[in-house]
């Protein structure tokens, strides 16, 4: 069946870029998502990209897709102390149906 | 626009025992997804509800049940809880169905003793 594979825990300097990587196994996938979850709180959409874009950049927020390797990333420039959270990658495929990764732990060092 | 909203926040059951969650979307949202979420599996589909329809479910047994009311809100039973159904359960409201972006609710954490 279809996964999403992502590494559980990253580390980055305060001020570095972050690169969070997935990999997710549905070709057929429409739309690939990121997700943010903060400490007690639900999960808060960060940024999305359509199955046939090669990147979208949203401030500090870059996302880059090869569909080809059906690999995902998303680059934090300027990583700050607020960035630190969980990541999660998710891909909603042609049955709607959105399949999550367990999620990366992002934690910053001063 | 208040955002989805989920009550209650915290719920704790012992085994046995049945659950209702209830979810509210955004003004104007017409679908409803459920998630559960733990430290072993992530983030798992539950269900997905759109105009009072169920039109996707995930790999859960038949004691996990929801429906969706005319006004687009929407509940979710648990029945006959088991200690592994303590999680963090994760509605999320949408537009329309189909490649639509979902706005999450804070969840309900569901405790089983």
């Known amino acids: 069946g279809e996964d999403v594979e992502q590494s559980l825990f990253l580390s980055v300097r305060e001020g570095d870029s972050s690169v969070i990587n997935c990999t997710y196994t549905d070709s057929s996938s429409t739309y690939l998502y990121w997700y943010k979850q903060e400490p007690g709180a639900g999960l808060q959409l960060l940024t999305y990209?359509?199955?046939?874009?090669d990147m979208k950049q949203d401030q500090r927020l870059t996302v880059l897709l090869n569909k080809k390797d059906k690999h995902l990333s998303l680059r934090i420039a300027d990583t700050q102390t607020g960035d630190s959270a969980i990541y999660f990658c998710a891909e909603r495929g042609l049955d709607d149906k959105i399949i999550f990764g367990k999620g990366t732990r992002l934690h910053i060092l001063p | 626009k208040a955002g989805v909203t989920q009550t209650p926040r915290y719920l704790i059951k012992t085994r046995g025992q049945q659950v209702t969650l209830s979810c509210s979307p955004i003004?104007?949202?017409?679908?409803v997804s459920w998630y559960q979420q733990t430290p072993g599996q992530g983030l798992q589909f539950l269900f997905e509800?759109?105009?009072?329809?169920?039109?996707n479910k995930g790999n859960f047994p038949g004691r996990f049940s929801g429906r969706q009311f005319s006004n687009s809100r929407s509940e979710m039973n648990v029945s006959t809880l088991e200690l592994g159904d303590s999680a963090l359960y994760l509605c999320?409201?949408?537009?329309?169905?189909?490649?639509?972006?979902?706005?999450f609710g804070p969840g309900t954490r569901l405790t089983v003793l």
């Open positions: 003004s104007g949202h017409r679908s």
């Open positions: 990209i359509f199955s046939n874009m």
């Open positions: 509800y759109f105009s009072e329809t169920q039109r």
């Open positions: 999320a409201s949408s537009l329309k169905v189909g490649p639509d972006t979902q706005y």
